[in-house]
């Protein structure tokens, strides 16, 4: 048996049938939106929700989503790679305990998360015994209301990011690495930004657009905190309709994939097995 | 079996220093600040009752009441048939597009493709299966027209344990592509050559080495799937809405609905849920102890 | 190398991104309705230096409203009730903003967001609620409202409003069967029509009976058709439960899309939401709203100021609009009967066309708060063993 590869029949069956299973729903969601005029095919629910004016429309909440997604998929790899990285080459007994923190954003409703954080921190943090505030009430500005924002963004986005680098280190041999490039004199930071995060970049791409598209959706959060973003806009007007919403989820659909491809595109690609050298 | 040490494996490294613990500070900083603080300060109200005394009550329940129990189960078997389906086809979607031999453009739209879909849920989801498998389903009139068939008639129901299953696939699949592709990315093609050139099989290969060295990386993705549809309600509540009363319905009943009932039940089912959770991470816990033996 | 090629790109993706986010969108960071008032704070305009004529408690509300800039609202859909259109009449005549928060919340969620808010006088805590009927005592109770009795409030009918002022009823909408006639042409005319075969596999509620104050009413309103009365709520579950036996009811929860696509073609829901909903279609499908013969029940909704509110004034003014004829009208566009309405008849305050498109409710049977809540607890009780799936049964 030869290494060519011959026809990968298989491969194809497994995603002829993922093509299949993915394409149908969203073609029957795209079938109902354009039927909004009586026996004609045609695209007035898109005008239609296009033309709602809630929260300034639809572009100004999708860039505020995008915004928000940026900052924090940047934030989260910041906090999650060093982690990750920490207990994989110096303490590991500290595994179990990393893993169920960040297990438990899954059973945590997100209604409870944002009225927690608005309890929490509409109050100011005094130092302690005195009442001289040490950081204002968070909630009551706009650059505070936006770091739980992102922070809630970065909890809820926090079992995929991690178990994305996570898998992604395991099957780069980071000990390797990294005892090779401390023998060649690099620091930490050098060998954080330049051995570590370029190995797991596909991992990071995995964890980036997961948390991408739990931003773009997300309503709870945003709307009890009171942030006009896309996840609000599209509830408020879709609610109640009826081809709006098939318009507005196909739309939005296509909108995140294309904005995926040009992360990706940015990223360098990927495929390259890491670590096959 | 004698216990081979691997390099360090088995070897018991040194407790570490206070200062190497430091390292992990900011990301516990993290989880008190944002999440365990604002969840435990609505949770600890699973300790009092409707007037507000220090009671147990709402606890017991949990044990007490069939309902409650069932609730539970419901959603651990949910959770369970989806984690398991999901992983194994996504694995073999995400095989398919990596080492499977596929067009390079392919693994890009699938990847991307994933990155969308894995947050597809809810409402949209619900109404995008309705339209297709539902009684008014365009696949349901195809199979009609086509085959004759009608589908329900014969028994199946979107609106069933099996079509909340089949819907939740939606975001499983690609939340297990997404994360075993980087991982199948890993497996060096080496060591493909090596074990040909020694005589192995294709079964031979996978089994023996593709496999064990997957595993930890399936199963640690597997626990993430099963979190993921543990945790998830508004896909099930719109699809299924009165009839199948996963735990999260029964919470977001007790906390969300427009009838009055009681936070604390719902903060005391909420925690019931973190620690099944607990349990089930103690459990591949144990699994992945056993299968990451020998990989460093 | 490659190092520097990432980092190369990522500053390459901050700049595009940030250049394509400053062209689209207009706000660069995440911003509210400012804190800050939007109107210049004034002294009541009629002030004159002698006061000969002091300036009314009303202008003194809307100048003070008007310093505060702001009403935050929550659970507020722009389709129910035509609360759109109240928003905006509002803000076209007060020149108020108004910060809507999340318009799909239960009751449960908006006396959840006051409490969680009672520190916060920031964007995110709620100045007015309109929460289902046992929500106002209960509350109350909890010390979570402010009081205020509108300057129309001898018009409200007794019954719907705390007699110190803490909450009061503020429309009312029929339980209805919203039918998509271009799938079934068949319209049910009662309750005990839904039992037809016709139905199949077609007959829906807009929610969970555990969960939704609309489902659990339909329930209840079923049973008044069926030989029980308000203070016996049994005879609605054994209704649903022979519709589920039927075959009939789908546990889907309903909503104008399902209506539209003919998956639900016949949908249990408030008369206003039918109606407002069939408006949304255009004629495309056709359909029509039907209200049952007997069993018909009324459900009240009721607006509070929480006590917590920062914007106090702006919330009592609010409350003068929606009493006002003017804002009751806005209601009765969404096709909801506001609270005043036989006061409002009266004094032929209605315009004609739309009291004419209102539904005949005639008979339709108004709930106490203890019958309401003692039929919750019968309900949502027994919803599962009665009517819900064998959660044994395999996959």
Redesign the interface.
């Known amino acids: 048996?030869?290494?060519v590869?011959r026809f990968?029949f298989?491969?194809?069956v497994?995603?002829a049938?993922?093509v299949l299973?993915?394409v149908?729903?969203?073609?029957?969601?795209l079938?109902?939106s354009l039927r909004m005029e009586r026996g004609a095919i045609g695209f007035k629910a898109y005008q239609a929700a296009f033309a709602a004016t809630s929260y300034g429309g639809f572009w100004p909440a999708f860039s505020l989503s995008l915004q928000y997604a940026v900052l924090t998929i940047i934030a989260s790899i910041i906090?999650?790679v060093?982690?990750a990285y920490?207990?994989r080459l110096?303490?590991?007994?500290?595994?179990?305990v990393?893993?169920?923190?960040t297990?438990?954003?899954?059973?945590?409703?997100a209604?409870?998360?944002v009225?927690?954080?608005i309890?929490?921190?509409s109050q100011p943090f005094n130092i302690p015994f005195t009442s001289i505030p040490l950081i204002g009430s968070l909630t009551n500005s706009p650059w505070g209301t936006g770091i739980l924002m992102v922070?809630?963004y970065?909890?809820l986005g926090l079992?995929?990011m991690f178990?994305?680098v996570?898998?992604?280190m395991?099957?780069?041999?980071v000990?390797t690495l990294t005892e090779a490039a401390q023998s060649l004199g690099a620091n930490w930071f050098t060998i954080m930004v330049r051995v570590i995060l370029p190995n797991?970049r596909?991992?990071l791409?995995?964890g980036a657009?997961?948390t991408?598209?739990?931003v773009?959706?997300e309503v709870v959060l945003a709307s009890y905190l009171g942030i006009n973003s896309f996840g609000p806009y599209l509830f408020l007007v879709g609610q109640h309709r009826a081809y709006e919403?098939?318009a507005l989820?196909f739309l939005t659909?296509l909108l995140?994939?294309v904005a995926?491809?040009l992360i990706?595109l940015i990223t360098g690609?990927?495929?390259?097995?890491?670590?096959?050298h | 079996m004698t216990e081979i040490t691997v390099m360090g494996a088995r070897a018991k490294?040194p407790?570490?220093s206070w200062r190497?613990?430091l390292?992990?500070v900011?990301?516990?900083l993290?989880?008190i600040?944002?999440?365990f603080?604002?969840?435990?300060?609505?949770?600890v109200g699973s300790f009092f009752d409707d007037q507000g005394h220090l009671s147990f009550g709402n606890i017991l329940e949990l044990v007490e009441q069939p309902?409650i129990l069932?609730?539970y189960?419901?959603s651990i078997?949910i959770s369970a048939?989806t984690a398991l389906g999901g992983g194994v086809?996504g694995f073999?979607?995400a095989?398919?597009?990596?080492i499977?031999?596929?067009p390079?453009s392919?693994?890009?739209a699938?990847?991307?493709?994933?990155?969308?879909?894995?947050?597809?849920a809810g409402?949209?989801?619900?109404?995008?299966?309705?339209?297709?498998l539902?009684?008014?389903?365009?696949?349901t009139a195809l199979l009609k027209t086509y085959f004759g068939w009608n589908v329900?008639d014969r028994g199946f129901s979107l609106?069933?344990?099996?079509g909340l299953?089949l819907t939740y696939?939606?975001f499983q699949?690609p939340?297990m592509v997404?994360?075993?592709?980087?991982?199948l990315?890993?497996?060096?093609?080496?060591w493909?050559?090596a074990a040909?050139n020694l005589g192995a099989?294709?079964t031979q290969y996978w089994l023996k080495i593709a496999l064990p060295i997957l595993l930890?990386?399936i199963l640690?993705?597997m626990?993430?799937l099963f979190?993921?549809a543990?945790?998830a309600?508004a896909t099930a509540?719109?699809?299924?809405?009165?009839?199948?009363?996963i735990i999260?319905?029964?919470?977001?009943?007790q906390?969300?609905?427009?009838?009055?009932?009681n936070?604390g039940l719902g903060?005391a089912m909420?925690m019931g849920?973190?620690f099944?959770?607990?349990v089930s991470?103690a459990g591949y816990?144990w699994l992945q102890g056993r299968t990451e033996r020998w990989?460093? | 190398m490659r190092t520097k090629k990432l980092v190369f790109q990522l500053f390459t993706l901050s700049v595009v991104a940030a250049a394509v986010l400053a062209a689209c969108g207009p706000a660069a960071a995440p911003t509210e309705a400012p804190a800050a008032p939007t109107e210049a704070p004034a002294a009541p305009t009629e002030a004159p230096a002698a006061p000969t004529e002091a300036p009314s408690a009303m202008d003194q509300l809307v100048a003070a409203a008007k310093a505060e800039g702001t009403l935050t609202t929550i659970a507020l859909p722009h389709d129910w009730c035509n609360y759109g259109g109240a928003i905006e009449g509002f803000k076209a005549k007060y020149g108020l903003e108004v910060n809507e928060l999340n318009p799909d919340a239960?009751?449960?969620?908006e006396v959840?967001a006051i409490k969680a808010n009672k520190d916060n006088k920031g964007p995110q805590a709620p100045d007015v609620i309109d929460?289902?009927f046992?929500?106002g005592p209960?509350s109350k109770a909890e010390d979570l409202l402010m009081p205020y009795k509108v300057s129309t409030w001898d018009s409200i009918p007794a019954e719907v409003k705390d007699a110190d002022g803490y909450w009061y009823g503020d429309y009312y909408g029929v339980m209805a069967f919203m039918v998509n006639t271009d799938?079934q042409s068949k319209v049910p005319e009662d309750w005990a029509d839904l039992l037809d075969p016709a139905y199949k596999?077609q007959v829906a509620?807009s929610?969970?009976?555990?969960?939704?104050?609309?489902?659990?009413q339909a329930v209840y309103a079923a049973g008044l058709a069926n030989g029980g009365t308000l203070d016996d709520p049994q005879p609605g579950l054994d209704f649903f439960a022979k519709l589920q036996q039927a075959g009939n009811l789908?546990?889907?929860?309903s909503?104008n899309?399902?209506v539209a696509?003919?998956?639900t073609p016949v949908r249990i829901t408030w008369d206003y939401n039918g109606l407002a909903g069939v408006d949304s279609f255009a004629g495309n499908p056709k359909a029509t709203v039907v209200v049952p013969k007997s069993g018909r029940f009324a459900g009240v909704y009721v607006q509070a100021i929480s006590a917590y509110a920062p914007h106090p004034n702006a919330a009592k003014l609010w409350m003068e609009y929606l009493y006002s004829d003017e804002g009751q009208v806005e209601w009765m566009k969404g096709y909801c009967h506001p609270i005043r309405e036989a006061d409002m008849r009266a004094r032929g305050a209605v315009p004609a066309d739309l009291a004419a498109k209102l539904p005949d409710v005639s008979g339709a049977l108004f709930p106490s708060l203890d019958q309401l809540?003692a039929a919750?607890t019968v309900i949502?009780g027994q919803?599962?063993s009665v009517?819900?799936?064998d959660?044994?049964?395999a996959?």
């Open positions: 048996m030869s290494g590869r990968p298989w491969s194809w497994w995603f049938l993922g299973y993915f149908l729903p969203l073609y029957a969601t079938d109902f906090l999650v060093p982690t920490w207990i110096r303490v590991p007994q500290a595994r179990r990393v893993e169920f923190i297990l438990m954003p899954f059973v945590v409703p209604i409870i998360l009225f927690g954080l309890r929490v921190y922070a809630g970065m909890i079992p995929y178990r994305s996570d898998t992604g395991r099957t780069v041999d000990r797991v596909t991992a791409l995995s657009l997961l991408f598209a739990i773009i959706g919403p098939a989820t659909f995140t994939w995926m491809g990706q690609g990927q495929g390259q097995a890491a670590g096959a | 490294l407790a570490p190497t613990w390292g992990v900011p990301f516990f993290f989880a600040l944002f999440l603080l604002p969840s435990g300060r609505l949770l309902y069932n609730s189960w419901l078997r048939v086809f073999l979607l095989y398919a597009v990596t499977g031999g596929l390079r392919l693994r890009t699938l990847i991307t493709f994933s990155g969308v879909a894995s947050n597809f409402v949209p989801l619900a109404f995008a299966f309705v339209a297709t539902g009684r008014t389903g365009f696949i329900y609106y069933s344990f099996a299953a696939m939606y699949f939340l997404l994360i075993m592709a980087p991982a990315d890993g497996l060096k093609r080496e493909r050559e040909e099989s294709t930890p990386s640690g993705s626990i993430l979190g993921n543990f945790g309600y509540y719109a699809l299924t809405g009165g009839t199948l009363p999260t319905i029964q919470i977001g009943a906390i969300r609905g427009d009838v009055l009932h936070p903060y909420a849920m973190v099944i959770m607990a991470l816990s990989l460093r | 239960g009751s449960g969620d959840e929460v289902g046992a929500f209960s799938v596999g509620l929610g969970d009976p555990r969960t939704s104050n609309q489902a659990i789908v546990p889907l929860i909503n899309g399902l696509k003919g998956e809540n919750k949502t919803w599962d009517v819900g799936a959660v044994k049964a996959p």
